[in-house]
């Protein structure tokens, strides 16, 4: 991954970038969006490297940094669509070796990956913890999420949106995770989310914002990653 960034699509101080013209049936904000792919050095490395999206560099690279995925765990990746975080946990547990189990859990289906189960499934369902612990066969070791809320183009909107999503899949977390496991979810940049850090501050012995490189600098994309999961706690 070093450099994959480097170089900014220029030589020789001429621009390489890659100019999207707006089609007559497309909108200029899905043009800026085909615009920023065609561009970005994670989406070309996705292809060679063989990963269902380029969020999986986001995926490797904190788990370089903070080795939450090992060996024979129980993972759930909530959101999983495309598939590129449940990818990068089946290889780093051995999950296509038969060790451990990766469960993606998705409202649409998605094409399979050798050592992930798919399930189109909605976590919100009353249900759904108990079913993701029969497949799981037990408690998970780590719950992520990379699901982020349509966005409404209002930036306060958005980022409650997404912060609520996170809020649910904490609550989520906290009925499925074994002791010691973890939780890993993306949340914007902003002050509105005191209340989801203050609930895992305290179910989890750790917690901390991450920002890997893999996201776009523009973004306001920033990741909670809580460590040292306390136990289901008891109604108040």
């Not at 690279?61 to 946990?89: C, N, S, T």
């Not at 895992?200 to 460590?227: C, I, W």
């Amino acid at each position: 991954m070093s450099g994959a960034a480097s170089g900014g699509g220029r030589e020789g101080g001429r621009s390489l970038k890659t100019r999207v013209k707006t089609a007559k049936r497309r909108s200029a904000s899905s043009t800026q969006w085909l615009q920023r792919q065609l561009n970005d050095p994670y989406v070309a490395l996705a292809r060679r490297d063989g990963w269902r999206s380029r969020a999986a560099y986001k995926l490797i690279e904190i788990d370089d940094r903070y080795r939450l995925l090992k060996p024979g765990q129980r993972i759930v990746d909530l959101g999983a669509a495309p598939g590129g975080w449940a990818q990068v946990a089946a290889r780093r547990i051995g999950a296509q070796e038969g060790k451990g189990k990766v469960v993606g859990i998705d409202l649409l289906e998605v094409e399979p990956i050798a050592g992930v189960d798919f399930q189109v499934m909605d976590f919100l369902d009353p249900e759904a913890p108990a079913r993701l612990k029969a497949m799981l066969g037990g408690l998970a070791d780590g719950v992520m999420s990379d699901m982020a809320a349509n966005t409404t183009g209002h930036k306060k909107t958005d980022h409650l949106r997404i912060v609520h999503l996170a809020e649910l899949a904490a609550d989520f977390a906290g009925e499925v995770l074994a002791p010691g496991g973890f939780f890993l979810a993306k949340v914007f940049q902003g002050g509105t989310e005191g209340e989801l850090l203050a609930r895992l501050k305290r179910d989890f012995a750790t917690v901390r914002h991450v920002k890997p490189k893999a996201s776009r600098a523009e973004s306001a994309e920033l990741y909670v990653l809580a460590t040292g999961f306390r136990g289901a706690q008891s109604p108040a």
